[in-house]
Every structure is written in structure tokens, then in C-alpha cells.
């Protein structure tokens, strides 16, 4: 049996820690998270206040002038405030945790002693302000920016040109197979993540146990519990982001009144909330912020004297409410059913997702959950006129649920989230999981890697057969158009043939974006320097391109175009395999510029095997499964999961578990005592 209040590893590191009641074993997560990931969680303290560039350098200052104008530590702490006290104790305790092993934790880490970084103190908000500075970007709403930029420069109806399943937005793929599907009779349920792949990883393996439960699953390093994906023996939980659409963005008219700053609103002019902020910046001059908040949100781009970009505020649930749904994670470690799941999972805020849990006693649950507001389907499109009391929000929407029927499948496609959404991803990768799941209804934990690892290409198809019909190409072009037609569609890291595609699509992307309409999007308006990525024009082509190909474009000769194409990667000859080129790139706080290519990778950004890159860019991957799971009811012993690096963020399981997860293979959970390691103080 386990010694209360001592933490055990498993060997791959991974942290299982046992203590006499909750308020304890928050104390052991938050040290040993300290331990395993203080420059991790520092820096994401520093970005949650808008310090970063203090030891970051000038590339940080853009995120921090974000982070202050959007008032993320200030949100933090209201949320915090009006936390009940069971659950602002059990947050203190967490935080309480991490003080207590920052410093041993930061001298383990060689990054604080290569930027003179010394370990801060949280504060009970801390907590709050990481779960923010994460997700406050995870709904996509620049994506906005982007229509009402396509909007005033092509008219309106083109808005919708580009509308697919952007390529800053997280998703995921989550199953659920219920007992009739299985070879046990009990559930199971698996998926994977995507975000972008970090290092150290944002999800971190770890088991938490105490005489009231005993739960293991993905924690997010610097939050207390298993908020996301989790075991609790007789219930487990999987999520997907549900692509919903609860932020929006106004426009506003701002002016001085002296020193007063003064919104424009439904009621007129009305004062608004001001300040300033000084960022201090690393081997640079400080960057004073004006922070400015009217009665929708704080100014996120433009000012009173700014007369380059829209002036425009941005409105979200936890801003307006006060409330980040803290209270649900303590609930969900005591969870025992699906009705328990269900019932805690009603005061979810963001991000909104779309859920999947079952129990041994036969329940299943497949809802959506978070806050979503009622308003003019004007907000869900485009910038909104903050003048305007239409656009005002009007309640919340009610959260959907659905029936299990056998198989559950959610990959962020247009399903049981369809009236919250505005845009959803294509249905590729959920078409592809329901078929490969209905060929047995015997299914093991252990054939669940057939389908993480599914690299099928069903989005090749537009772009195939358009080559398939074209004359006039020359004997090269010819063989490349009948060794394509003969590929399988997988994208497979040894094939010759899927690197080939890839050349074609990149190709077709280019061109398309010297089109003389499309062309005219190249320079977008001057919105801060965080929001590029929503804002450039040659990816968003890129992931648009089945859509763009068929769309009415004047002047788009698409057969010339695609035909161009395939005799210009017909001539380069490229030989290489997929794999050669397509390589894992994680991003790093603090880039190593000596660091080798990453390991070589199967997959596309439509697969199942979300691998994604940037057609037209590169064929690096920034952005795939963060995580891999296997959750079975029948024995939680057999129940697998992987990170794509390791549990620490240094030392010798800083990335042991990137070859299994590279070659698509899980770790088996340990859940006997017996077979862990006992882990004392130095």
C-alpha cells in the first residue's frame, strides 16, 4: 500500500502521488509539477501577467502587449474572488505546492540560469490566469478579423470563401465504443489532442489519490486536477474542442477627453476604464501599453489615436462573468458516474467542448459544455458596430446531448456542436474514425493505435481528380499524374508518392495565391502582430484549397492552374520520402538553434494522424496529437496513453517517450503500488 503524502514514478517518470485527503494532494500535485516543469510554468505565469519579454527578448513583447490589454491577470483575479471557499482552498493548496518546489525545480531546469530568470511566487489566482492565457485564443476569434478583412476588400458573399477548419485551431479526435463494441462488454474510450506540440509538452501524465478517489489522466501543468481527460476507475471523461463560437470582437469609437478616455456605445458616449502599463524588455528599451476596457471588453487593437487599424474590443464569458468554471474540477475528481460527470460538467465555461464519458455500470454520455452566449448571428461572422444594441448578448445557449448508439465519434466536424459553431472542420477525419471502427465489434485497447494512427488522405481526393482530367501534359507531368492516381491516399512517412502530393498541393496553393482576386488579401490590415497567424494570406489558402478550387473566382482557370502545377514538381524530380521532409518542429519558449531536425512523421493535417504543417510553407510539423489515450472500463489497468516527448521538461525523461510516440505505440497505465517507485527528497 502507498505511504500518505508521498509521490511514487512509474519508469517513465511519470508521477502517481498519494496523500491523506484533497486539500494535500493538491499540495503534491502542485510541487511535483514544480519540480518536473518549473520553466514551463513560469514562463506561462510571466505570459498570463504580460512579462515574458523580460528574459524572453523583444519577440515576447507582442504577446505581452496582448496579455496586458486584454487584462488576463486582472480577469484571473475576479475569477478567483468569486471562487467558493472549498474550492479557493483547494486551488491555495495547489499553489501553495508549486512555491514549495520552484526553486529545486528551477535548478534542475538550465534554461533559468541561460536567460538570469529566477523563480517567481504564484499567487492563489495564478492558477486561473495560465487556464486563460491557454485557451483565450482557442476559440479563434481573430478568425473574425480575417472575414471582415475579406469582406471590405472582395465584398461580402467571399467572406465565406475560406471557411474550413483554420490552421491555428486546436482540435482533437476523441471515440467512444460502447461494451457491444468491445471484446471485454465494457467501454472504451480513445483519441488524441491536437494542439501545438510544446516542449516541454502542455499535458502532463499523472495519477492523484486519496481515500475519497483515485484518479490518473492529462493534467495541464500549472492547474490543479485532471480537467481534460481522465480515469477514475469507474468513470472516465475525453473531450474535443466542440468549435464553438462564444467571443466576439466590436467595433469601437473611442475619444479623449482630456485625460478621460470615452467608448461610444448603445447610450452614447459613455467613460471608459484606462491605464498604462510599462513592459520591460530584455536587451531592449520598455514598451509602454495604454490599457483601455469599454462596457463590451477591453480594447484588444486600434485606439482613441490610432488611425491605421479598427479600434476593436473583444467580449468573452469569464471577462463578463466573472467565472472560469474552477468549481468543476475538484467535482470531476470525485466523479463515480456518468450522471456525476454530467451534473459537474454543468458549470464548465471554456473551453467549450464536446464531451465523451462512460462507467461500469453501463452509462455512457456524449454533450457538449461550456458557456456560449445568444446574439445576432451577425456576432459569430465578422466585427460587430459596439454601437449597435443588437449585437448585445442575451442569455446563454443550452447545451446539447446525444444518444450513444454503439459508436461515439467526435472530431470537431459539424455534429452535436453545429448550432454554437460558425465553422467546423471538414468531416474527413470523423468519417475516417466511424469507418474504421465499424469493421469489428470486438475492439481491445490495444488495436486502438490502428486508428491514432490512420494516415488515409481522404482530402487528396478534390485535388486528384482535377489532375485526373487534364490534357495537354507532357510525358513527365503524365507519369506524376498516373503514380498519383495510383497512390493509396496515405501519407505515409516512407512514401515517395504522398511527398509528391504534397509538392502538387503546395504548388496549386502558390499559385492560387498570386491570383489577381486572391492577391488582394496579401497585405492585411494593421492589426497587432499576434493575430498574424489568422491573418496571412498563403496558409489560409492552404487549408482552404478544396473549397477556393471549386469556388467562383473571375478569371480561375483551375485546369491551367493545376496543370502548371504538376509540370512544375514533374521537372524538380523530387525524390525524396514524405518522412524526409516531414519532421516534428515543437516550439520552444527558448529556441535551441543547434537542436536537430526532429524525428521523421506519417501524417497530414486531414489524416487521423493530424500531423498538421503549412502547405505552401513548410512541411515541418508544428501541430498534432499532444497527447494519446486509451481509457477502459473493464480493467483501468489496461488503459494506455502517450506524450510526444516525456513527463519532465528536463533530465532523463525530458523525451523518452517520443520514439513510441512517433512509431504510434502507448504505455500500459500502472495502477499497482507495488510496481512503483517510491521517490524521496534529496
Keep these: ?218 493534467a495541464v501543468p500549472g492547474i490543479p486536477g485532471i480537467a481534460h481527460f481522465g480515469h477514475a476507475g469507474d468513470v472516465a471523461w475525453a473531450i474535443t474542442n466542440a468549435m464553438s463560437d462564444y467571443q466576439d470582437v466590436y467595433a469601437e469609437r473611442l475619444r479623449r477627453r482630456g485625460t478621460l478616455v470615452e467608448a461610444y456605445g448603445p447610450d452614447g458616449w459613455q467613460a471608459a476604464y484606462r491605464h498604462v502599463e510599462t513592459i520591460e524588455v530584455a536587451g531592449a528599451d520598455p514598451v509602454e501599453v495604454e490599457v483601455i476596457e469599454t462596457e463590451r471588453g477591453p480594447v484588444i487593437s486600434g485606439g482613441p489615436d490610432d488611425d491605421r487599424a479598427v479600434t476593436v474590443s473583444l467580449r468573452h464569458p469569464p471577462r463578463v462573468t466573472g467565472d472560469l468554471g474552477f468549481s468543476v474540477l475538484p467535482a470531476l475528481l470525485r466523479a463515480r458516474t456518468v450522471g456525476d460527470v454530467d451534473a459537474a460538467l454543468d458549470g464548465w465555461v471554456e473551453p467549450v467542448n464536446v464531451v465523451l464519458a462512460a462507467d461500469t455500470a453501463g452509462g455512457l454520455l456524449h454533450r457538449v459544455a461550456g458557456r456560449v452566449p445568444q446574439r445576432h448571428p451577425d456576432n459569430g461572422l465578422r466585427i460587430v458596430p459596439a454601437w449597435e444594441p443588437a449585437h448585445a448578448w442575451r442569455g446563454w445557449h443550452a447545451m446539447p446531448k446525444s444518444p450513444v448508439d454503439g459508436v461515439a465519434v467526435m472530431a470537431n466536424e459539424r455534429g452535436i456542436a453545429a448550432e454554437l459553431g460558425v465553422e467546423f472542420a471538414p468531416p474527413h477525419r470523423s468519417d475516417r474514425i466511424r469507418h474504421l471502427l465499424t469493421e469489428a465489434t470486438d475492439w481491445r485497447p490495444g488495436q486502438m493505435a490502428t486508428v491514432h494512427t490512420d494516415t488515409y488522405l481522404a482530402a487528396a481526393g478534390a485535388l486528384l481528380d482535377l489532375l485526373a482530367g487534364l490534357d495537354g501534359l507532357s510525358a513527365g507531368a503524365v507519369a506524376l499524374r498516373e503514380r498519383l492516381l495510383a497512390w493509396d491516399r ?163 525523461h525530458r523525451d523518452d517517450q517520443l520514439p513510441l510516440w512517433v512509431r504510434g505505440e502507448l504505455i500500459e497505465v500502472t495502477c499497482d503500488w507495488d510496481r512503483l517507485t517510491e521517490e524521496h527528497d534529496d
Design 490 to 652: 496515405r501519407m505515409a512517412a516512407d512514401s515517395v508518392e504522398a511527398a509528391a502530393f504534397a509538392d502538387l498541393r503546395a504548388a496549386v496553393v502558390r499559385r492560387l495565391t498570386a491570383h489577381p482576386t486572391l492577391a488582394a488579401l496579401a497585405e492585411p490590415p494593421a492589426y497587432p502582430e499576434v493575430f498574424r497567424p489568422w491573418l496571412t494570406l498563403l496558409p489560409r489558402i492552404g487549408y482552404a484549397l478544396t473549397p477556393l478550387l471549386h469556388a467562383d473566382l473571375p478569371d480561375l482557370d483551375r485546369d491551367a492552374l493545376v496543370r502548371e502545377a504538376a509540370e512544375e514538381v514533374a521537372a524538380a524530380g523530387d525524390t525524396r520520402r514524405w518522412g524526409d521532409r516531414h519532421r516534428l518542429a515543437p516550439w520552444r519558449a527558448l529556441p535551441e538553434p543547434t537542436e536537430p531536425p526532429g524525428p521523421e512523421l506519417a501524417g497530414d493535417h486531414d489524416c487521423v494522424l493530424a500531423t498538421s504543417s503549412v502547405p505552401g510553407i513548410t512541411d515541418l510539423c508544428l501541430r498534432g496529437p499532444a497527447a494519446r489515450y486509451v481509457w477502459d472500463l473493464a480493467r483501468r489497468e489496461d488503459s494506455r496513453w502517450v506524450v510526444p516527448l516525456g513527463a519532465a521538461g528536463a533530465g532523463p
Design 1 to 218: 500500500m502507498p505511504v500518505s503524502g508521498q509521490r511514487y514514478r512509474d519508469q517513465w517518470g511519470i508521477p502517481h502521488l498519494h496523500a491523506d485527503g484533497p486539500g494535500s494532494l493538491a499540495y503534491a500535485q502542485g510541487r511535483v509539477t514544480a519540480l518536473d516543469r518549473a520553466w514551463q510554468i513560469e514562463v506561462e505565469r510571466h505570459r498570463s501577467q504580460g512579462t515574458s519579454a523580460a528574459f524572453l527578448g523583444a519577440d515576447a513583447v507582442a504577446w505581452d502587449r496582448f496579455a496586458r490589454q486584454v487584462r488576463l491577470d486582472d480577469t484571473a483575479r475576479r475569477c478567483h474572488a468569486a471562487l467558493d471557499p472549498a474550492t479557493a482552498s483547494w486551488v491555495g493548496r495547489y499553489v501553495d505546492g508549486v512555491n514549495a518546489g520552484l526553486a529545486e525545480g528551477a535548478a534542475r531546469a538550465p534554461e533559468f540560469a541561460a536567460t538570469g530568470l529566477a523563480p517567481g511566487r504564484w499567487q492563489p489566482w495564478t492558477p486561473l490566469a495560465l487556464w486563460l492565457t491557454h485557451h483565450v485564443l482557442f476559440a479563434g476569434f481573430p478568425t473574425k478579423l480575417w472575414r471582415e478583412h475579406v469582406a471590405r476588400t472582395l465584398g461580402a458573399p467571399a467572406a465565406g470563401l475560406f471557411a474550413v477548419d483554420g490552421h491555428v485551431t486546436s482540435g482533437s479526435n476523441g471515440w467512444l465504443l460502447a461494451g457491444a463494441r468491445t471484446a471485454s462488454g465494457a467501454p472504451l474510450i480513445a483519441g488524441d489532442p491536437h494542439r501545438f506540440i510544446e516542449a516541454p509538452g502542455i499535458y502532463q501524465q499523472i495519477r492523484l489519490a486519496c481515500p475519497e478517489y483515485d484518479v490518473l489522466g492529462f
